[in-house]
């Protein structure tokens, strides 16, 4: 490994490693560093800690172009571009938590030859704030926007790659625009304000366009109207686009909450009451509890009632729970009395942690049996192949509430199960 010409990777998370791994498969040398030294041993033996379709492989196949290391030094000897992946989660206060950025750059040298690029998603101004704290550290921003489940697609995919950089520094920003050349997608040369900008704007308009959607599906079931027409009557107008109108119980994973949550707060410390974004969030919560009143709308009391969950994830494809929307129904069902029983075919583990009172079966017919409803929260695809006429006979009461509008309610239907869906109200039986 040549000095200063591989590419530096800080933090191994899930964005750091797919970001190490892709640079790898595109022929680069990768020294990617973590704190965790049990991680660090354990990726040094081919072990991948995380479920991300098609990573391990791509890891597995790039073995020896990936070093990981403990040590900043390691780094700083072998990589000029350091891309700073750690995580900066959401603090008490809303706004984002960026001590772990903080420890990174207190390890850096201000000696003229390296650059931080900044993939973390962070408050806009913080790239300002560091360069000046490290004038002679070159600084480029380069958020990043992989989806759980389809993430090394989506990096070796992109439809853009935004670099943000101050004139001085040209020559990183140039380095950056060359390592993703290979990808394709179309690249933004821009500031480091606006770079941090389009991130933050990004994630709260897809969040915007999901909240929006599900109130039209709220006003659907008012009027008599099927948010799925509606939604592909619009999605068929370019200026609209179809993607990101699934009418549901929510977004929720490790990005869209915490980053709107951030842009809210980001603006309110400029004393900017954002109030859209606000209303965007407020609309996602109360998405995620009007399940209830559909249940209580065929069952009456919930009190002693058992309810299943198909699906617990935020979202099919991943085993990550954060600000799963199951969460949330979870403590509403049991604070209305109810008994629920649950099942995930990958999240089961990270679940049992956070949700200690369900009770977790081994598949959706066994979670089913003898239930008063079924809640469908995460489209896991088996939970279209079930045998819905043979479910109906173990259950207590038929009845479906399709928290992801997933299943074919003449499907259901017809297999002699009550079916309600999201803003299906269009939909006859
Ligand atoms: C998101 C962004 O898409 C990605 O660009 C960014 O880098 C990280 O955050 P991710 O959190 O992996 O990615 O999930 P995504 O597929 O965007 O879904 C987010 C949430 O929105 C999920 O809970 C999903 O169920 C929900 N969703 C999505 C809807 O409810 N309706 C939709 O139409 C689309």
């Not at 842009?263 to 209830?292: C, D, M, W």
């Not at 509430?401 to 006859?428: H, K, Q, W």
Request: charged share 25%.
């Amino acid at each position: 490994m040549g000095e200063r010409n591989a590419v530096g990777v800080i933090g191994i998370g899930w964005v750091g490693l797919v970001t190490a791994a892709c640079f790898a498969e595109l022929g680069n040398e990768v020294v990617a560093l973590d704190v965790d030294e049990a991680k660090v041993a354990a990726l040094r033996r081919g072990e991948v800690p995380i479920h991300e379709p098609g990573l391990a492989e791509l890891v597995e196949r790039n073995r020896d172009r990936l070093r990981y290391v403990v040590a900043m030094d390691e780094v700083l000897e072998r990589a000029a571009l350091l891309f700073c992946c750690v995580d900066t989660p959401p603090t008490y206060s809303g706004d984002a938590d960026l001590s772990r950025v903080r420890a990174v750059v207190e390890q850096l040298r201000d000696d003229g030859r390296r650059a931080l690029v900044m993939k973390s998603t962070v408050p806009a101004g913080t790239g300002a704030t560091i360069r000046r704290e490290l004038p002679g550290l070159a600084y480029v921003s380069c958020p990043e926007f992989l989806k759980e489940g389809t993430a090394v697609a989506d990096f070796m995919h992109p439809d853009r790659v935004v670099v943000g950089a101050d004139p001085g520094d040209e020559w990183a920003a140039d380095a950056v625009e060359e390592l993703y050349r290979p990808l394709g997608g179309e690249a933004i040369r821009t500031d480091i304000g606006s770079a941090e900008m389009i991130k933050l704007a990004s994630n709260a308009f897809l969040a915007t366009k999901i909240s929006f959607i599900n109130e039209i599906a709220n006003v659907c079931e008012e009027v008599g109207a099927d948010v799925v027409e509606v939604a592909r009557g619009m999605g068929l107008d370019q200026r609209i686009g179809p993607s990101f109108l699934r009418a549901g119980i929510g977004w929720g994973g490790s990005c869209f909450p915490k980053d709107t949550i951030a842009l809210k707060q980001l603006a309110g410390n400029s004393g900017y009451h954002f109030q859209l974004l606000t209303a965007v969030i407020e609309v996602n919560e109360l998405q995620k509890r009007r399940v209830i009143g559909k249940l209580t709308k065929h069952l009456g009391s919930l009190v002693g009632k058992r309810i299943a969950l198909l699906g617990l994830a935020f979202k099919p494809d991943t085993d990550d729970m954060r600000e799963a929307s199951s969460l949330v129904l979870v403590a509403r069902l049991q604070g209305e009395g109810a008994q629920v029983a649950a099942y995930d075919p990958v999240a089961e583990d990270p679940a049992r942690e956070l949700l200690p009172t369900v009770e977790f079966c081994d598949s959706a017919p066994s979670a089913l049996a003898g239930a008063d409803a079924a809640i469908l929260v995460t489209e896991w695809p088996e939970f279209r192949d079930l045998d819905w006429g043979e479910i109906a006979k173990t259950m207590a009461t038929p009845l479906v509430v399709d928290g992801r509008n997933f299943l074919d309610p003449a499907t259901v239907r017809a297999a002699g199960l009550a079916y309600e869906g999201i803003g299906r109200n269009g939909v006859i039986d």
